[in-house]
């Protein structure tokens, strides 16, 4: 059956790798003969510029009708300044809600030769392999009510953190499967020392760790994962946590590698719909120059591979062939230690060889 596939590059640095990402795509199509419909449409501030909006109806149908959405970034300077609903940001929240993406995988793992680019000691980072299970629709992100008032003095912002068993259960199992693929090690984090919702949140992954006896289960505080991320990463295997705490600790375990240019993610739903995009954001300051790195991009293709067109051979492919260009010492600038380094369009080409290689 036909996969549909919609490309989202975004703004800044998005178009660049997404450009990269097609070329790796394109080769696969043919080399396997993959029946895959491939659109694309802007997103974000590129959306905005040319219809007024971040997120087009049309582009979101799309998203709705496609099985994996890959999306390079959005944002930047130019439209930092525009109302709250037409903000780049507001397509990827409008999205992840629209399309229930409830499951962000957020995988932090160190290619040891890219060591010296982590701001950490090299006995604390090598063979960083952390997998961060965010809960991607609910919590503070979306609670209601929510609102600015401004008649009343002082005038006030409130949020609503919740999360019902339901939204809790169906994270956690997604977070207690992925550790049994793993390393069976599960980390729950919150701040059940403070809030309700996560003292809730607590007795939930409790209940359930019963259903899943070979995985270790743990609860941490959201500020002591933030240190203990720092002080000796290698003690988590997975990690699952609510959509703001997540978003917090996905950065620190993300810059832990060293390259947030090499780091994929994927958002799914429950019917293995996804939604894969660069840990990175839109880098407007590098954007156009050839400097991006495109690899996180293109291992989100490999995630997409994964999770969504059941296709795990190739996805395994790409990812290999990423491990073998580190260890051939091609850098882009991010990670480069010297001056000498290869330029963003070099990558898919490079990246196309080693897959070919292996096929032959
Ligand atoms: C992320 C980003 C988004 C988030 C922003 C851009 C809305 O920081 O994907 O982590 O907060 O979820
Ligand atoms: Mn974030």
Redesign the pocket.
């Known amino acids: 059956m036909t996969k549909n596939i919609l490309i989202l590059p975004g703004d800044g640095i998005g178009q660049e790798v997404s450009t990269s990402m097609k070329e790796v795509l394109h080769y696969l199509i043919e080399e396997q003969s993959l029946d895959f419909k491939i659109t694309e449409r802007n997103v974000g501030g590129s959306s905005y510029d040319e219809f007024g909006t971040p997120l087009t109806e049309e582009a979101l149908k799309i998203a709705k009708d496609s099985d994996a959405i890959l999306f390079g970034a959005v ?1 930047g300077p130019q439209w930092d300044n525009l109302e709250w609903d037409n903000r780049p ?1 507001q397509a ?2 409008a999205l992840r809600k629209s399309l229930s993406l409830f499951a962000n995988l957020r995988p932090a793992f160190l290619f040891n030769e890219l060591a010296s680019a982590s701001p950490l000691k090299n006995n604390i980072i090598e063979n960083l392999d952390i997998l961060i299970v965010r809960e ?1 629709t609910g919590g503070i ?1 979306f609670g209601e009510p929510r609102g600015i008032v401004e008649n009343e003095s002082p005038k006030y912002g409130f949020n609503t953190m919740i999360y019902n068993e339901d939204e809790i259960r169906r994270i956690a199992k997604v977070a207690f499967e992925a550790a049994m693929n793993r390393n069976r090690k599960l980390c729950s984090v919150e701040k059940a020392n403070v809030l309700e919702v996560s003292k809730f949140w607590r007795s939930i992954i409790t209940e359930m760790g019963s259903e899943y006896p070979e995985v270790e289960l743990s609860h941490q505080l959201a500020d002591n994962t933030a240190m203990q991320l720092v002080l000796n990463p290698n003690q988590y295997d997975v990690i699952v946590s609510g ?1 703001l705490f997540g ?1 917090i600790l ?2 620190i375990a993300a810059t832990l590698s060293g390259s947030i240019g090499m780091l994929p993610s994927a958002s799914l739903n429950s019917s293995s719909q996804g939604m894969y995009e660069p840990c990175h ?1 839109s880098a407007p300051d590098i954007a156009g120059k050839g400097v991006a790195n495109p690899i996180a991009m293109i291992a989100s293709l490999a995630m997409a591979f994964e999770y969504s067109l059941d296709r795990i051979d190739i996805a395994k492919r790409i990812e290999s062939a990423i491990k073998i260009f580190i260890s051939n010492g091609l850098r882009t600038k991010d990670i480069a230690t010297s001056e000498e380094f290869v330029q963003t369009q070099d990558v898919a080409p490079a990246l196309i060889n080693i897959l070919k290689d292996g096929h032959e």
């Open positions: 944002g940001e990827l929240l991607l992100y959509n978003d996905s950065d954001g």
